[in-house]
T-cell receptor, first 113, second 114 residues
Framework: AQSVTQPDIHITVSEGASLELRCNYSYGATPYLFWYVQSPGQGLQLLLKYFSGDTLVQGIKGFEAEFKRSQSSFNLRKPSVHWSDAAEYFCAVLTLNNNDMRFGAGTRLTVKP | SQTIHQWPATLVQPVGSPLSLECTVE??????LYWYRQAAGRGLQLLFYSVGIGQISSEVPQNLSASRPQDRQFILSSKKLLLSDSGFYLC?????????????FGSGTRLTVV
């Protein structure tokens, strides 16, 4: 069955530092992969998505993610973190029937001044 | 443009009381609709999804139910709430027939059962 693992529950980075959030997936075919961000008490906002083609995808707010089939990974990156990036980040995989998006447990990002 | 509305934003209900959470989508037709629950410190769990009026698929056995009386309306209900029903409930929609564009989420309902 398809699944998503986010190994890091909580990450703290300094403002201006680079960021990488890890995501590993388990799926038999080429997956549809997504990263969402959730501010406290809010819904989820789509940051970026990968279907096929270029394995490096650009998203909103300066985020990017790289699909690596050999590692079953879809890590999220940002070159320079801003204090407003503090939030919870979720990686997700869409199943073949397109009616069941599976989410990782999330990574909470704290940004130090 | 498409928008999704969820209400209420917060709700405190006693154990054993009924529940009704409503979600409506505007600006699209025949969307796929979803209810997720997010327990404290945990990821999102898919509860129900619907591909059309009156068509409900349940992912997790529980004392919750869902209904889709209209194309763009999705309701989450319970006859008797349990303490374990506390959590953050999120409604989402995707383009009918495919979710590859991603899901769009509402702002959520924080339910506390006391």
């Amino acid at each position: 069955a398809q699944s998503v693992t986010q190994p890091d529950i909580h990450i703290t980075v300094s403002e201006g530092a680079s960021l990488e959030l890890r995501c590993n997936y388990s799926y038999g075919a080429t997956p549809y992969l997504f990263w969402y961000v959730q501010s406290p008490g809010q819904g989820l906002q789509l940051l970026l998505k990968y279907f096929s083609g270029d394995t490096l995808v650009q998203g909103i707010k300066g985020f990017e993610a790289e699909f690596k089939r050999s590692q079953s990974s879809f890590n999220l990156r940002k070159p320079s973190v801003h204090w407003s990036d503090a939030a919870e980040y979720f990686c997700a995989v869409l199943t073949l029937n397109n009616n069941d998006m599976r989410f990782g447990a999330g990574t909470r990002l704290t940004v130090k001044p | 443009s498409q928008t999704i509305h969820q209400w209420p934003a917060t709700l405190v209900q006693p154990v054993g009381s009924p529940l009704s959470l409503e979600c409506t989508v505007e600006g699209t037709s025949n969307p796929n609709l979803y209810w997720y629950r997010q327990a404290a410190g945990r990821g999102l769990q898919l509860l129900f999804y619907s591909v059309g009026i009156g068509q409900i698929s349940s992912e997790v056995p529980q004392n919750l139910s869902a209904s889709r009386p209209q194309d763009r309306q999705f309701i989450l209900s319970s006859k008797k709430l349990l303490l374990s029903d506390s959590g953050f409930y999120l409604c989402a929609w995707s383009v009918g027939g495919q979710g590859s564009g991603g899901y769009t989420f509402g702002s959520g309902t924080r339910l506390t059962v006391v």
